[in-house]
């Protein structure tokens, strides 16, 4: 009798990462993985190197010194935050917690792959709620609560799109959620949002016991090589997470990197201004072109091509020249690309080749 693996595994679609590669090309333009054009801090890069010194040693299993250093930064409280391999694996922890075979989890139509992949890995069945205007809609995902419904994922700003919920709209979701859903708040691009009505989501952390705020060191901190991810979450939810999670899920080196990434303010507060700069640029000019841009928040935008085959032929075009952007067809958006707002010499190559492409 052959090998049974547990409901959903089959079915769960793999996770296909951004390229960074051309053929023939030794250094492309990548934007396509939402990452810091200027790396990590100088500071985490020499705590990394520091670290590796002491291998032979098991990491610290509580993340004690990353924790407070988070805490410290953000002004929480160090015993609410959990630590991860990358927000990937508190997502993954957080959905084998509080679902299963015969429950639902809920997120919205273009939200991040990894909500659906993880739902279906755990046997539980994944539901879309429509967008409006490429928008995650409050009112649609509280019509799509059930009984069944036991997680609802919500990425603000949302990737791939980059539009994002103000703070009375992501309440008014959290207001309306059964005591028994959990709401799990993806802000893995909070730093880049320079809005007055947004939340990353500690203040709803402290005002509802069901709701959890997810953060990442993968995009402004330029870790995403060392994986590191972390969450706030009151205590109840807090200790299911610790009594799940593997007891080393850090190594030494990537909690030395995070620990360093959170005390260089400079280094972060460069990125938001170059983003700032870059996104408005790389915005208005693919906008004199044509092309379609949604207004984003984030670290990237979505161009979009009125067709699957023109953004097809765009993306090409512009990997050919050595500018890797990400196809978006994986999102129910085949006529988009999403580009990375990279450094200043790699926005400006993007538009001059979409100015040759667009003839």
């Known amino acids: 009798m052959p090998l049974v693996p547990r409901p959903g595994i ?19 333009a990548i ?11 100088p ?6 190197m520091k670290a590796a010194a002491s291998m032979q040693r098991y990491p610290d299993g509580g993340a004690t010194e990353l924790r407070n250093a988070i805490a410290t930064r953000n002004g929480l409280d160090p015993d609410r935050i959990v630590c991860g391999a990358g927000s990937d694996e508190i997502i993954t922890m957080l959905t084998r917690i509080f679902a299963g075979p015969g429950d639902e989890v809920l997120y919205s139509e273009h939200g991040f792959l990894m909500y659906p992949i993880n739902a279906l890995q755990v046997g539980a069945t994944p539901v879309k709620a429509p967008e409006t205007d490429l928008r995650t809609d409050v009112d649609a995902l509280l019509a799509h609560v059930t009984d069944k419904t036991k997680i609802v994922f919500v990425a603000n700003p949302n990737n791939p799109t ?22 799990v708040i993806d802000a893995a691009y909070a730093e880049y949002v320079v809005r007055n009505d947004y939340t990353a989501g500690p203040d709803l952390v402290d005002e509802f016991p069901n709701v959890v705020m997810m953060r990442t060191f993968s995009k402004i901190y330029g870790l995403a090589a060392v994986r590191l991810g972390w969450c706030y979450a009151q205590r109840p939810v807090i200790d299911l997470m610790n009594r799940l999670r593997s007891p080393f899920n850090l190594s030494t080196t990537a909690q030395a990197a995070g620990t360093a990434a959170m005390q260089d303010i400079a280094h972060t507060e460069k990125a938001i201004a170059h983003n700032s700069q870059w996104l408005s640029y790389l915005s208005e000019e693919l906008k004199k072109l044509g092309i379609e841009v949604p207004p984003s928040v984030g670290n990237f935008l979505i161009a979009g091509f009125g067709t699957k085959e023109t953004a097809d ?5 512009l990997k050919q020249r050595g500018v890797i952007a990400r196809q978006m067809g994986g999102y129910g958006l085949a006529d988009y690309i999403r580009i990375t707002i990279g450094l200043e010499k790699d926005c400006r190559l993007c538009v001059d080749i979409l100015k040759d492409f667009k003839g």
């Open 10 to 28: 089959e079915k769960a679609p793999l996770y296909i990462p951004g390229s960074h590669s051309v053929e023939g090309i030794a250094d492309p």
């Open 313 to 317: 032929a765009a993306y090409a075009f």
């Open 43 to 48: 500071l985490a890069r020499e705590a990394y």
């Open 162 to 183: 980059g539009s994002y919920l103000p703070t009375d709209e992501l309440r008014r979701l959290a207001n309306g959620l059964p005591e028994n859903v959990l709401l």
């Open 31 to 41: 934007l396509s993985a939402n990452e810091n054009p200027h790396g990590a801090s």
